[in-house]
């Protein structure tokens, strides 16, 4: 396969999970918890996830996603394509106006392709509270629109961040709290708006309306004493 291909999936790839939420809340949840100024020690480290490959840092003020890609191609090959240059012994990629270092061994190319996605960093428009033993990552999209994420840890070496999704059972989550609907656009699928009390929350979260578990699982590869760079 063509390194440009590979490059274009990764783009898909990003652009997938930086996507709109299907499920919006008003306010930080829950609502009557203050948020925490760190993310608490026993959460902290570096995991790894065996299903695609990437690791996952945790320090005390941020969740970062870190994923390699080694990739091998041949100058003919960047040659032939307009999107990709060999500029003073590096690859660059026009899609992503990026350089990336380059090995040469002969006529093969290889360039190590690094992506870094933080995934929550405590800021003014993004804020963690503690609840019922996980985390809850409140991230801002606009004004009175919040996407939250649920941290969970278990036997104290697993790690799980599920995201709030569309529920199959809607008429079960409007009898616990008011759905309200808002039209999707071309760039922008459609979503439900929730502003929950914090009995009501624990009821959707307990009831596993919302939060299922993501599709990754995160093992602990050691305790992270250091703030990430």
Sequence with gaps: MKLIKILRTVIVVLLLA????????G????VD????????NIYKGIYWCK???????????????????????TKEE??????????NGQLY??????????????DTIISQIIIR??????????????FKGHLVLNLKLDEDAWEILVVSQRRGELLTIARADMPENLARLDSITTVSTLKGTDSIR???????????????????LLFHRSCTEYERIFPLKEVID
Excluded: H, M
């Design 33 to 40: 918890v203050k948020p925490l100024s760190t993310i608490p």
């Design 190 to 208: 459609t979503q439900i708006y929730l502003k929950p009390t914090a009995k009501e929350f624990e009821r959707i979260y307990d009831e596993g």
């Design 27 to 30: 306010e930080p949840q829950p």
């Design 93 to 106: 990629v026009k899609d992503w106006e990026g350089y990336f270092p380059i090995t040469e061994k002969g």
């Design 18 to 25: 930086s996507c709109q939420p299907s499920v919006v809340f």
């Design 117 to 130: 996605d933080t995934i929550f960093a405590i800021n003014g428009t993004q804020i963690v509270k503690p």
């Design 51 to 73: 299903i695609d490959s990437a690791s996952l840092y945790v320090d005390d003020k941020a969740f970062i996603r870190r994923k390699e890609f080694l990739i091998k191609t």
């Design 78 to 87: 960047i040659v032939a394509d307009p999107d990709l240059e060999l500029v």
